[in-house]
Structure formats: structure tokens, C-alpha cells
């Protein structure tokens, strides 16, 4: 079971570890991370990168067909487990106010992380060799098809919103910079 979900147990391990030190430093401090201040903005940046290589490198691997480069299956891992770990600093950095376009992105990137585990379990369905490669025959032709249906449709939904996520990230990137960075 470990060895099945490791990127899950990982990701879930690395941010206790993160919880963990933002405890600490509410402790230290006795106040909340403000999202602008040092601690908060650091999450929110290093987050942002996460999730920015959860939306793009997954996608370059798929594309370029190198196996040089590593099995797909195992970028899909590193695909989760930033895809976890980024939301969840994101979300730290969030100072638990959720108003406007920031709140929107928080929601939009709660969104996808949520069909991410829908799309993982759909994937799991169709079997694949470790390079990534669907395996003919092995289902029923007929259950193979719906998956492949269902993981299409999955795409048309959940890519679209990757898109949006990240417009609306960089507008909240650059007007909170502008705004409560730059002009202070
Ligand atoms: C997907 C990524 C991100 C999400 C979901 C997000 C979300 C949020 C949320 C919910 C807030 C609180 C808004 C409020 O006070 O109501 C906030 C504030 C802020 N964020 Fe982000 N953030 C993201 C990335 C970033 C990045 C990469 C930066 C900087 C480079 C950044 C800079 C700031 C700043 C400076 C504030 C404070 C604004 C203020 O004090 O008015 N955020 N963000
Ligand atoms: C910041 C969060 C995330 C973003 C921005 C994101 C973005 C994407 C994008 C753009 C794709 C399409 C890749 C392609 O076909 O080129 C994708 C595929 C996928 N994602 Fe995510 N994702 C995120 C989190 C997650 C999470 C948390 C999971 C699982 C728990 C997940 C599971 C998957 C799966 C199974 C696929 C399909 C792989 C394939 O069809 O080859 N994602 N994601």
C-alpha cells in the first residue's frame, strides 16, 4: 500500500513537516503569517513554483516521448506530490483570509487539486506499462473504452481550469506586489 501511494504518503508527510514550522512560528510570534510579511510571502512563492512545475513539467515529459528523461509514472509521482505540497504553502501563505481574487485562486486551486484525485483515480483503471504506455487487452475492450472516455472528458475539465487558476494567480501576483510590496 505504501509503495502503491508513495507520492501521497510523501507529500502528506512533507507538509506536517511544513505545519509543523508554521505552528512554530505562531507560537514564536503569536500571530497569524500575514501574506505579505517575510514568513508568509516565502510560502506563497515557493508554493506558486510548485504548483507552476506541477502545471508544466508532467505536460513536457508526456510530450517529448524520451525516455531518457525518466518513466512518465514516476513524473506523474513528482506531478502529485508538488501538486499537494504547493496548494498546501499556498494555502499557508493565504493568512486564512480569503477575499477577492486571492480568495478565487485559493478556490480555484482547491478545485483542481480535487479533480486531480479524481483524474489519478481514473487513471489507475486504464493499465499502463511503468513507461506509461497503455496496455491492450488486458480489460475487457469495452471497460477500457469508457475508462479512456472518462479520462478524456476528465482532461476537457480539469485543464481548463489549470488555466484559469494560473491567469488569475499572476493577476493577484502582480497587483498584490504592486499593491502591498512595491508602494510600502
Ligand atoms: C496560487 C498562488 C497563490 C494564492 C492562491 C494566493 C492567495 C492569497 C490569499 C488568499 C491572500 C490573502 C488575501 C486577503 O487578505 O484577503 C494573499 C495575499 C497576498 N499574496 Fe498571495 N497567493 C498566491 C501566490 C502569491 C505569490 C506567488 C505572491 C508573491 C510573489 C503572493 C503575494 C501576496 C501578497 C503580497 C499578499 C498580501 C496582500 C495584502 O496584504 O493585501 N501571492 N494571497
Ligand atoms: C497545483 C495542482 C495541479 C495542477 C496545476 C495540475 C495540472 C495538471 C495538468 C495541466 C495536467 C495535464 C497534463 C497533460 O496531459 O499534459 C494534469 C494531469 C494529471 N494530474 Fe494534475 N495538477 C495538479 C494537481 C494534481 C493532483 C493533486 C493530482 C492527484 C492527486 C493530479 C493528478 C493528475 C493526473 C492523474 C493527471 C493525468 C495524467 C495523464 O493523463 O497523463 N494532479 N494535471
Not at 514516476?74 to 494555502?91: A, E
Amino acid at each position: 500500500m505504501l509503495r502503491g501511494n508513495i507520492e501521497l504518503w510523501l507529500a502528506f508527510v512533507t507538509c506536517i513537516l511544513i505545519g509543523a514550522g508554521y505552528g512554530l512560528v505562531v507560537l514564536w510570534t503569536r500571530e497569524i503569517p500575514a501574506a505579505g510579511e517575510f514568513f508568509g510571502h516565502t510560502l506563497g512563492i515557493i508554493g506558486f513554483i510548485l504548483m507552476l512545475m506541477t502545471e508544466t513539467l508532467y505536460s513536457i515529459r508526456k510530450r517529448s516521448r524520451s525516455a531518457a528523461l525518466g518513466r512518465m509514472s514516476t513524473w506523474l509521482k513528482f506531478h502529485i506530490y508538488m501538486g499537494l505540497v504547493g496548494p498546501f504553502m499556498v494555502l499557508l501563505h493565504s493568512s486564512w483570509k480569503f477575499n477577492g481574487l486571492a480568495g478565487a485562486t485559493t478556490l480555484l486551486t482547491a478545485i483542481i487539486v480535487f479533480s486531480g484525485f479524481i483524474g489519478r483515480y481514473i487513471f489507475t483503471r486504464i493499465p499502463r506499462t511503468l513507461d506509461g504506455l497503455e496496455i491492450e487487452g488486458t480489460l475487457s475492450q469495452e471497460a477500457l473504452k469508457r475508462a479512456r472516455q472518462m479520462m478524456s472528458l476528465w482532461h476537457t475539465v480539469h485543464i481548463p481550469i489549470g488555466i484559469a487558476l494560473f491567469i488569475s494567480a499572476f493577476v493577484h501576483l502582480g497587483g498584490a506586489l504592486y499593491y502591498a510590496t512595491f508602494l510600502h
